[in-house]
Structures are given as structure tokens and as C-alpha cells.
T-cell receptor
Framework: DADVTQTPRNRITKTGKRIMLECSQT?????MYWYRQDPGLGLRLIYY???????NKGEISDGYSVSRQAQAKFSLSLESAIPNQTALYFC??????????????FGPGTRLTVL | AQSVTQLGSHVSVSEGALVLLRCNYS??????LFWYVQYPNQGLQLLLK??????LVKGINGFEAEFKKSETSFHLTKPSAHMSDAAEYFC???????????FGQGTTLQVKP
């Protein structure tokens, strides 16, 4: 079984709709992250959480919100989707013990299309 | 602020040829550096990381990278490309305070038969 899972894997929605992307992990890590990937721009950090009560904005948080329901679950919401939020979204996890030298572990991604 | 720059958004090599993917970093403190690979329709997978031990780091699938402080570089190499190496490769630096990863723009590797 995958250590970091994301649901849904693909989603097509319309402008103005509310969308939630979910991430779960079984690695026992305390840190979780949401990134978006756009061609030619690499991965950009949207939000990150170092534990259940510690949530922080990344470099491109406008238009997004998150919820850390438990140590293993971290959801990303688009309150009112717009076409330029069409992208590939990744969840990642890492262990705070030994950070910042620790790598992050990535989920398979969610491809979101906003029409 | 820390950053990485990947030189060349697309690299094309013939099967069996040397692979060289370039990454330069900017950091005011000793950096922790990573190379990730993304195969089509998959998430990112760690190839290797530099954490201030040996400057020549060996990773999975025959890849290696050398940390050169004088050149602020962390280039990824593989002596002989395989068709299965076709993918997108990302260089990243870890923020020294928070551990967040800062990614380069990515390099797409094409391997020709």
C-alpha cells in the first residue's frame, strides 16, 4: 500500500465550485505539505503544517485553505475555483526529527482542471 | 533566501550516452540539497540527497551528484542513459530554518534510441 495517498486522482470542475483535495499518510510523519506543479515553474508551496495545530502559508496560498484533521490527514480546499488553479497538486510528508536534512515523501498527485 | 536554478528545461541524450543535468544553488548557510525524479503520471521520488557528509553522493538507478561549494553547484550525472531514465528531474534545497523544500524549475530528460 502507498505511504502517501491522495484523493481524487483526477477532478474536473467548473469555475466557482468548492473543491476539496484530500491527503492521507501512514508514514507517521508530523510534517505535511501541499504543492502545485505548473509546467516550467517547478513545484510551489501552497501551505504546510508542522503538526496538527501548526499551519502556515506558503508562497502561493491565495485562493486556497487547508485543514489538518489529524496527524495523518491534511486537506486542501479551493473555496471558489478559477481556471488558473488548473494544475497538478501534490501532498508531501516529512519527519521533523533531523530536519532540515530530511527528504519529503510525495503522493501520486491530483490533476485538477477548472473549466 | 535560498534558491536553486536548473540550467536547461529540456535535455536530450542518446541511449548509452552520459547524462548531465545542471543545478546551481544560492544559500548563505551550508545547504542540504536533493534531486527528485518524476516519471509520467507519478509523484516525485527521491534520487539522492546531500547532507554535508561526502561531497560525491550516490543515488538510485546509477545516478550520482557532486557537491561543489566553490561553484555552488550540485549537478546530477549518470554514465550511461537508459530509455527508462526519460522523466522530469527536480533539484531542491531545504530551507535551513524550516526544512521546507525550494524547487528548481525542472529539467525534462529525453532519451533517444
Amino acid at each position: 500500500d502507498a505511504d502517501v495517498t491522495q484523493t481524487p486522482r483526477n477532478r474536473i470542475t467548473k469555475t466557482g465550485k468548492r473543491i476539496m483535495l484530500e491527503c492521507s499518510q501512514t508514514k507517521g510523519h508530523d510534517r505535511m505539505y501541499w504543492y502545485r506543479q505548473d509546467p516550467g515553474l517547478g513545484l510551489r508551496l501552497i501551505y504546510y503544517s508542522f503538526d496538527v495545530k501548526d499551519i502556515n502559508k506558503g508562497e502561493i496560498s491565495d485562493g486556497y485553505s487547508v485543514s489538518r484533521q489529524a496527524q495523518a490527514k491534511f486537506s486542501l480546499s479551493l473555496e471558489s475555483a478559477i481556471p488558473n488553479q488548473t494544475a497538478l497538486y501534490f501532498c508531501a510528508t516529512s519527519n521533523s526529527l533531523g530536519a532540515p536534512r530530511n527528504e519529503q515523501f510525495f503522493g501520486p498527485g491530483t490533476r485538477l482542471t477548472v473549466l | 533566501a535560498q534558491s536553486v536554478t536548473q540550467l536547461g528545461s529540456h535535455v536530450s541524450v542518446s541511449e548509452g550516452a552520459l547524462v548531465l543535468l545542471r543545478c546551481n544553488y544560492s544559500s548563505s548557510v551550508p545547504p542540504y540539497l536533493f534531486w527528485y525524479v518524476q516519471y509520467p503520471n507519478q509523484g516525485l521520488q527521491l534520487l539522492l540527497k546531500y547532507t554535508s557528509a561526502a561531497t560525491l553522493v550516490k543515488g538510485i538507478n546509477g545516478f550520482e551528484a557532486e557537491f561543489k561549494k566553490s561553484e555552488t553547484s550540485f549537478h546530477l550525472t549518470k554514465p550511461s542513459a537508459h530509455m527508462s531514465d526519460a522523466a522530469e528531474y527536480f533539484c531542491a534545497v531545504s530551507d535551513s530554518n524550516t526544512g521546507k523544500l525550494i524547487f528548481g524549475q525542472g529539467t525534462t530528460l529525453q532519451v533517444k534510441p
